[in-house]
């Protein structure tokens, strides 16, 4: 008989968003006049239509593969060189960075790449994650085999878990400990909150001193407002040596369906062999998106393409503003009912502590009651998030101001 990976096994329960699904499926098939009222701000996808100039490179290039001439069957898997410059000269360059062409990595989404790029690493490594986290970084590991079980709390063992706290900012300590991987996000998902570049020069000195290799995700490093905070790793000397990056078109372009992304892999960011060699990983990866994956469509990345065009980069910017008002509106509601709130200033989420004692998962539920409106439970992103939930600022205007009232009006003291 064939036998499966038994990894699999070891994940707990359902992955947090379809256990959502689930739970508010029970909920309207019991309550289906709630169920017309009900107003999702769980899971943070977006809601307003693709930017225009995003729309019109897609149907241009639609009609070129209408053509003899102007068709497109396999592209480069890597991405087409229009793209790739693209990214490379205008997220980077431009603002003194240094990314040549040829390390970024074009790809139909960030959580999948943080989840591939465990492809090219070892499984011996020492893995180290943020507490809140996001769960594809965890349970990727766990299928890969990188973890044992997971005690009572959902943490598992073989990963070292930092803690994040209010009373750190959200922005761990570093490990007193040596790891070979840490992943870091910022704007952080799901706590909406940023670090300084003070703390990311702490992470990459520590990296640096350690041979450890940093996976950054910065797919939220649109919706930063405050000047002093680092859009990218890079801005951080040294981090060439000791980074990888991952980037996506999902929240400032609005590509959640549409699918299209990329990662960055300089070519000095090596790691040891088994013989103690050192070995650049982007022949690795660049194998890797070889062997694996066949590339994002040619309509796809021209619509990317056109987000860093004069009249692209002005409607994302407006879009992205659309989503921070909302969670402006949504933030102030949550503190008017007396919760303790942090993000929602340079991110589009909002996470909330909810009345002392009070479980995440229970609040989901009370929410979802009295309220009519799906949030994320804090305890499904690791158990530091427990007795929290999160708030997505992802949802057209007359919604957001809906839930904003209804929040307001919410005595969450009733929740327990």
């Given at each position: ?30 309550n ?87 492809d ?30 997971a005690d ?28 070979d ?67 996506s ?28 060699s050192k ?5 690795l ?53 007396g ?12 996470w ?65």
């Amino acid at each position: 008989m064939a036998r499966l990976n038994s990894h699999y096994l070891k994940l707990k329960a359902g992955y947090l968003f379809p256990e959502i699904g689930r739970r508010v499926k029970v909920f309207t098939d019991a309550n289906p006049e709630a169920a017309k009222r009900l107003i999702r701000c769980g899971i943070g996808d977006v809601t307003e239509p693709l930017p225009a100039a995003v729309r019109e490179a897609m149907h241009k290039a639609i009609d070129e593969m209408g053509t003899r001439e102007g068709f497109h069957g396999y592209g480069p898997e890597q991405g087409y060189e229009f793209l790739r410059q693209a990214i490379a000269e205008n997220d980077y360059r431009t603002k003194g960075l240094e990314v040549a062409d040829d390390e970024v990595f074009v790809s139909d989404g960030s959580k999948c790449d943080c989840g591939n790029i465990l492809d090219i690493f070892g499984h011996d490594n020492r893995i180290a994650v943020m507490d809140p986290v996001y769960p594809v970084y965890v349970d990727t590991n766990v299928m890969a085999g990188h973890t044992s079980e997971a005690d009572e709390a959902g943490r598992y063992g073989g990963l070292v878990y930092l803690p994040c706290t209010a009373e750190n900012g959200f922005v761990p300590e570093i490990p007193s400990e040596k790891v070979d991987l840490v992943y870091l996000c910022y704007p952080n998902n799901p706590t909406g909150a940023t670090a300084t570049r003070a703390q990311l020069a702490a992470w990459v000195d520590y990296a640096l001193a350690n041979d450890s290799v940093i996976l950054f995700d910065a797919a939220y490093e649109a919706y930063i407002r405050d000047a002093d905070v680092p859009h990218s790793i890079y801005e951080i000397p040294g981090a060439r040596k000791c980074a990888i990056e991952f980037r996506s078109f999902s929240k400032n372009g609005g590509f959640t369906g549409t699918r299209c992304a990329f990662t960055i892999v300089p070519k000095e960011l090596e790691c040891s062999a088994s013989d103690g060699s050192k070995k650049p990983l982007h022949p690795l990866w660049n194998r890797r998106f070889s062997t694996k994956f066949n590339g994002v469509s040619y309509p796809v990345q021209r619509g990317a393409e056109a987000i860093y065009s004069p009249e692209g980069r002005k409607q994302v910017g407006d879009l992205v503003n659309f989503y921070m008002e909302n969670a402006r509106i949504l933030r102030e509601a949550v503190l008017s009912a007396g919760l303790a709130v942090y993000g929602g200033v340079d991110a589009p989420y909002i996470w909330v502590k909810g009345p002392d004692g009070v479980p995440s998962w229970t609040l989901f539920d009370f929410l979802l009651r009295e309220a009519n409106i799906v949030t994320t439970p804090g305890s499904g992103f690791g158990a530091a998030g427990e007795g929290y939930f999160r708030i997505s600022a992802f949802n057209s205007r007359e919604r957001a101001e809906e839930a904003a009232r209804r929040l307001a009006s919410l005595d969450f003291g009733k929740a327990a």
